[in-house]
């Protein structure tokens, strides 16, 4: 059983970030240790303010959030990580070096969409970007849940 997960996006500023909090949100029981880094984090950051605000709206806070990067120090054997997309995973299994569990959170919940960018865009976006964030994470909680399942 994992005893860490990172989700990881390109900055940290939004996508990995909101998947932390909507997670932790939904996993209330587990004591495993949730966070969330970037892949090209070059100073840190606080959320994205699109990203911030449709959380609020669904009672979730990342205010104090900032970005962090993802170092082949963040992760063991009990490391699961979970990417945005697969290029977010080439890069973290060929350029950070992390090669252990190391999945798209798509690929991992077994649910092969596409998941949103919605950088740069309205208010509507980051919206749908938590929507199907919300969608995916609750078929990984379920998956991490069942100890039959074998990663």
């Keep these: 059983m994992f005893k860490k997960l990172i989700f990881v996006s390109t900055a940290n500023t939004c996508r990995s970030a909101m998947a932390a909090a909507i997670y932790k949100s939904v996993d209330v029981?587990?004591?495993?240790?949730?966070?969330s880094r970037g892949i090209v984090v070059l100073f840190e950051e606080?959320?994205?303010?699109?990203?911030?605000?449709v959380l609020n709206n669904h009672e979730l806070s990342i205010s104090e959030h900032k970005s962090s990067q993802l170092v082949p120090q963040d992760a063991d054997n009990d490391t699961l990580i979970?990417?945005?997309n697969e290029k977010q995973k080439n890069c973290v299994i060929n350029d950070i070096g992390i090669h252990?569990?190391?999945?798209?959170?798509?690929?991992?919940a077994d649910d092969y969409s596409s998941l949103s960018d919605p950088y740069?865009?309205?208010?509507?976006?980051y919206e749908k970007c938590y929507q199907e964030l919300v969608r995916v994470i609750k078929?990984?909680?379920y998956k991490l849940s069942d100890n039959t399942t074998n990663v």
């Design 29 to 35: 029981s587990s004591d495993m240790e949730v966070t």
């Design 46 to 53: 606080p959320v994205n303010a699109k990203a911030e605000t």
């Design 82 to 84: 979970l990417t945005m």
């Design 100 to 108: 252990e569990n190391v999945y798209t959170i798509t690929e991992f």
């Design 120 to 125: 740069g865009g309205d208010l509507a976006e």
């Design 139 to 141: 078929k990984v909680v």
